[in-house]
């Protein structure tokens, strides 16, 4: 449990719900989920959210919002930084440069994890982006035909 001076820097679920624009169902259903980790508690219970807490729960609607992870994909996104922060947190100036090395590599393994998660979500979207682009450009083409035909009733199927 969280003392009298820490509870200061930590949030209630109300307010943590208020801030990060979520209900506190939603952040109870992270935690099920395992996307938060479960947070410290007052006496009587009542959930504290860390300012740690905040910045995930920041990244986990980064994720949503901006790129339409689900929350699976949230998870494992989340589940490599926790890793790579671990590395960081082990990290020795006094290992040997194999020791280092190693740990790099990891980092960089888990990075490459991400950017992959990312390029896919992003090649889908540019895949969506340009089907609707060319159902544009076909939208387009229709009606310059009309417009030169002097707005005769088309005879030709229905957009796509």
């Known amino acids: 449990m969280a003392d009298e001076t ?3 820097r930590y949030l209630q679920i109300g307010e943590a719900a208020d801030r990060a ?3 506190q169902r939603t952040l ?14 007052m006496d009587g219970g009542f959930r504290l959210y860390s300012p740690e807490d905040m910045e995930r729960i920041e990244r986990i609607k980064q994720l949503q919002e901006l790129l339409g992870f689900s929350l699976a994909e949230i998870k494992e996104m989340l589940e490599s930084e926790d890793v790579r922060l671990q590395i960081r947190a082990e990290w020795r100036q006094d290992a040997d440069g194999a020791e280092k090395a190693a740990k790099i590599r990891k980092a960089r393994e888990i990075t ?3 950017i992959t998660m990312i390029d896919q979500k992003m090649g889908k979207m540019a895949t969506l982006r ?3 682009a060319e159902r544009m450009q076909r939208y387009d ?4 035909t009309w417009a030169a035909d ?4 088309p005879t030709s199927p229905s957009p796509r």
């Open 6 to 8: 820490e509870q200061g």
């Open 21 to 23: 624009e979520r209900t």
């Open 28 to 41: 109870r259903y992270y935690e099920e989920k395992g996307l938060l980790n479960p947070p410290e508690r």
């Open 112 to 114: 490459l994890q991400q």
């Open 130 to 132: 340009h089907e609707l």
């Open 141 to 144: 083409e229709r009606l310059a």
């Open 150 to 153: 002097g707005a005769q009733t």
